[in-house]
């Protein structure tokens, strides 16, 4: 039983130190998931405290472990381990089981596990929890009261300053896919082995006849007697996603602040479209084509369109992706994915205004700079100056700038009359962007789609810096903040081996091995 209780005591304290501090150096990180829980459970009015509870929760999390590992305060760490374990395997089998979240973040950005990987896990640490529980009474700290305190008050300041500098910084390893480093487009691709890993679906086709309506299968479709109302098409296998699939980039178009377009880029999902059986006509927008068995008759747009120019792409039974034609619809057994109009008289238009410009910005060999603002209306205005700064800069050189925003144009425009910047707009989604870096604002140098460097708004460099070479400039920063992390994980093992090494030797002369 002695083993079984140790082990079980440094299993579980292991997990919790790596599962609280992976969590602790990304506190906005937690703070996003804590939100997306309050939102799941209707408790959105929590949403104002999620980073204040996410980096307690963290820190307490990681301070069970490490007293957990080191034997401190046995008594108390076991009821808190307890209560952590009743507490969150009951709610990550809800997860399972209803999905409101895609991953419960039990590992922050360094693991990520489905719902229901997560609560077989939570099962196996509540089984060694309720051994440490039970045998609570019978670990035997090394150091008396005081020093279990003492260590114990330590553990969480210092937990609590790394949580702070990494919340008003950027956190000290950087676990998510657009890492300084990473390339953005090879973040996109498919592996050659997950080629055929593709996501399937079930259709069921809802029909009618005589009053009464009933779902059939893609193999046991009704005959011409019964009239088709709709299809649905459920996942039920979903598969690769790559680390990166929702990086978008749209110019956002401001009257009186913006360019000019030449051109103004032609959106089909603003379309609509009338098609026509036997004496009955229908409008619908893409999401409600019809199938083959109507007319097409036109399109409803203020400008003249031409059909033959609208590109709409299907998924058949195989998974494999075929581009129809309005004209020409395909049966209920392909499932649409999405349309592009080809504008062939605009190819070389400059501002395309809401066009995806995302590979345009990712294959130019030059720097660009990416200011990340989430939402303008949270933004950090203290260090605004300086990103005018880095903008003018990179129009005096050549450099493109971007800002990247999750707001909407009423948004934007109030921005613009408060403090009249002197850059762009572009919109990508709001969980992009707080992937890409964790501050509001954040800025982000690329170069032909490769991450060379990241910097939290208070840390957003110099002109003086910015007139060096930028590659050079970035590969020092981040061999400089390699060695940084290399120190701090020499020192904390030296420690960790330190007082293990001490425990262990308090033992012997405890048991009187030596004298």
């Given at each position: 039983m002695?083993?079984?209780?140790?082990?079980?005591?440094?299993?579980?304290?292991?997990?919790?130190?790596?599962?609280?501090?992976?969590?602790?150096?990304?506190?906005?990180?937690?703070?996003?998931?804590?939100?997306?829980?309050?939102?799941?459970?209707?408790?959105?009015?929590?949403?104002?405290?999620?980073?204040?509870?996410?980096?307690?929760m963290?820190?307490?999390?990681?301070?069970?472990?490490?007293?957990?590992?080191?034997?401190?305060?046995?008594?108390?760490?076991?009821?808190?381990?307890?209560?952590?374990?009743?507490?969150?395997?009951?709610?990550?089998?809800?997860?399972?089981?209803?999905?409101?979240v895609s991953d419960?973040?039990?590992?922050?950005?360094?693991?990520?596990?489905?719902?229901?990987?997560?609560?077989?896990?939570?099962?196996?640490?509540?089984?060694?929890?309720?051994i440490?529980?039970?045998?609570?009474?019978r670990?035997?700290?090394?150091?008396?009261?005081?020093?279990?305190?003492?260590?114990?008050?330590?553990?969480?300041i210092?937990?609590f300053?790394?949580?702070?500098?990494?919340?008003?910084?950027?956190?000290?390893?950087?676990?998510?896919?657009?890492?300084?480093?990473?390339?953005?487009?090879?973040?996109?691709?498919?592996?050659?082995?997950?080629?055929?890993?593709?996501?399937?679906?079930?259709?069921?086709?809802?029909?009618?006849?005589d009053?009464e309506?009933?779902?059939?299968?893609?193999?046991?479709?009704?005959?011409?007697?019964?009239?088709?109302?709709?299809?649905?098409?459920k996942?039920?296998?979903?598969?690769?996603?790559?680390?990166?699939h929702?990086?978008?980039?749209?110019?956002?178009?401001?009257?009186?602040?913006?360019?000019?377009?030449e051109e103004?880029?032609?959106?089909?999902?603003?379309?609509?479209?009338?098609?026509?059986?036997?004496?009955?006509?229908i409008?619908?927008?893409?999401?409600?084509?019809?199938?083959?068995?109507?007319k097409?008759?036109?399109?409803?747009?203020?400008?003249?369109?031409?059909?033959?120019?609208?590109?709409?792409?299907?998924?058949?039974?195989?998974?494999?992706?075929?581009?129809?034609?309005?004209n020409?619809?395909?049966?209920?057994?392909?499932?649409?994915?999405?349309?592009?109009?080809?504008?062939e008289?605009n190819?070389?238009?400059?501002?395309?205004?809401?066009e995806?410009?995302?590979?345009q910005?990712l294959?130019?060999?030059?720097?660009?700079?990416?200011?990340?603002?989430?939402?303008?209306?949270?933004?950090?205005?203290?260090?605004?100056?300086?990103?005018?700064?880095?903008?003018?800069?990179?129009?005096?050189?050549n450099?493109?700038?971007?800002?990247?925003?999750?707001?909407?144009?009423?948004?934007?425009?109030?921005?613009?009359?408060?403090?009249?910047?002197?850059?762009?707009?572009?919109?990508?989604?709001?969980?992009?962007?707080?992937?890409?870096v964790?501050?509001?604002?954040?800025?982000?140098?690329?170069k032909?789609?490769?991450?060379?460097?990241?910097?939290?708004?208070?840390n957003?460099?110099?002109?003086?810096?910015?007139?060096?070479d930028?590659?050079?400039?970035?590969?020092?920063?981040?061999?400089?903040?390699?060695?940084?992390?290399?120190?701090?994980?020499?020192?904390?093992?030296?420690?960790?081996?330190m007082?293990?090494?001490?425990?262990?030797?308090?033992?012997?002369?405890?048991?009187?091995?030596?004298n």
């Amino acid at each position: 039983m002695k083993v079984l209780r140790n082990f079980s005591r440094l299993f579980t304290g292991f997990i919790f130190v790596f599962s609280g501090f992976v969590k602790v150096i990304d506190p906005l990180g937690s703070a996003y998931k804590f939100t997306d829980y309050f939102v799941a459970m209707n408790l959105e009015f929590l949403s104002s405290i999620a980073l204040i509870f996410a980096i307690l929760m963290s820190i307490a999390e990681l301070i069970i472990g490490i007293a957990l590992v080191f034997n401190l305060l046995p008594k108390i760490s076991a009821w808190l381990l307890l209560a952590f374990m009743v507490f969150f395997t009951p709610l990550t089998l809800w997860l399972a089981v209803f999905e409101p979240v895609s991953d419960c973040g039990c590992f922050g950005d360094a693991i990520i596990l489905s719902n229901w990987q997560t609560f077989y896990k939570n099962l196996v640490i509540l089984a060694f929890t309720i051994i440490v529980f039970w045998q609570r009474k019978r670990f035997k700290p090394i150091y008396n009261q005081f020093y279990q305190w003492a260590l114990s008050i330590t553990f969480t300041i210092a937990s609590f300053l790394i949580a702070l500098h990494c919340l008003y910084n950027l956190p000290i390893v950087d676990f998510r896919p657009y890492h300084i480093g990473a390339n953005i487009e090879e973040g996109m691709l498919i592996p050659e082995e997950e080629k055929d890993n593709i996501d399937i679906y079930e259709s069921v086709f809802i029909y009618e006849k005589d009053g009464e309506q009933k779902e059939f299968s893609e193999t046991n479709l009704p005959d011409s007697t019964w009239k088709f109302l709709n299809a649905e098409h459920k996942l039920v296998k979903k598969g690769y996603e790559p680390p990166i699939h929702d990086f978008t980039i749209e110019p956002v178009f401001v009257p009186g602040y913006s360019p000019e377009a030449e051109e103004v880029f032609i959106n089909p999902w603003d379309f609509e479209f009338e098609f026509s059986k036997e004496d009955e006509t229908i409008i619908c927008d893409l999401e409600n084509l019809p199938d083959q068995s109507w007319k097409f008759m036109k399109i409803i747009f203020e400008e003249n369109i031409n059909p033959d120019n609208l590109e709409l792409y299907y998924l058949n039974s195989e998974g494999e992706e075929i581009i129809a034609n309005i004209n020409n619809l395909p049966d209920n057994n392909f499932i649409f994915l999405d349309a592009e109009y080809i504008n062939e008289e605009n190819e070389n238009f400059l501002l395309n205004y809401g066009e995806d410009i995302t590979n345009q910005v990712l294959e130019d060999n030059s720097y660009a700079f990416l200011l990340v603002m989430t939402l303008l209306n949270e933004v950090n205005e203290k260090h605004l100056e300086k990103v005018k700064n880095v903008a003018e800069f990179c129009q005096k050189n050549n450099y493109k700038f971007y800002c990247l925003t999750a707001s909407n144009l009423e948004e934007i425009s109030e921005f613009i009359n408060n403090h009249q910047p002197n850059y762009q707009f572009y919109n990508t989604d709001p969980i992009t962007l707080k992937t890409i870096v964790r501050a509001n604002p954040g800025l982000v140098l690329i170069k032909h789609g490769t991450i060379l460097n990241k910097w939290a708004a208070k840390n957003i460099p110099s002109l003086e810096e910015l007139s060096n070479d930028l590659t050079a400039n970035s590969i020092t920063t981040h061999q400089k903040s390699k060695n940084t992390y290399i120190y701090l994980t020499y020192i904390l093992a030296s420690l960790l081996f330190m007082s293990l090494f001490h425990i262990f030797y308090k033992y012997l002369k405890k048991n009187r091995y030596i004298n």
